[in-house]
């Protein structure tokens, strides 16, 4: 499902608006079919969407986040809905240890470093990396 507000020209999902944009008036046909990547901003929407029977709610960031007061609102919101809350931790702060053995695992032509503190340490790992700069594009 895609939720968007904005969609700009020449995007991957100007591709698909027309044909397989779901919108949350026809959530309710069948909202088991459905994930949505949630923002409390959404709440409104979807509670006119009348498509929250059965839903669960998946949390992967940091608990810490939870104890800040803008969740509060949220907290309440899936509590008035009876929808319970799966804490699923991620970090994205990987091991080298668990880096060395996904890639050995992924088997990739290249392996790009992205988001990394230490990208210049990626040749002792790995045999196949490729760096990039921030921003940069290229062809896969």
């Not at 880096?99 to 088997?107: C, V």
Request: charged share 25%.
């Amino acid at each position: 499902m895609i939720f968007a507000t904005t969609i700009l020209k020449n995007t991957v999902l100007d591709k698909h608006k027309r044909y397989n944009r779901i919108y949350t008036d026809n959530l309710h046909q069948d909202p088991s079919k459905y994930v949505v990547l949630f923002r409390p901003l959404l709440m409104t929407d979807l509670d006119l969407a009348d498509c929250l029977e059965g839903a669960s709610f998946i949390y992967s960031q940091w608990g810490g986040y939870l104890e800040k007061g803008s969740y509060r609102t949220m907290e309440s919101w899936l509590k008035k809905h009876g929808i319970p809350m799966i804490h699923i931790h991620t970090s994205g702060h990987a091991s080298p240890l668990d880096l060395k053995r996904f890639a050995e695992a992924m088997a990739p032509k290249a392996l790009v470093p992205i988001h990394s503190f230490a990208p210049e340490k990626y040749d002792a790992l790995f045999p196949n990396v490729v760096y990039r700069h921030d921003t940069e594009w290229w062809e896969v």
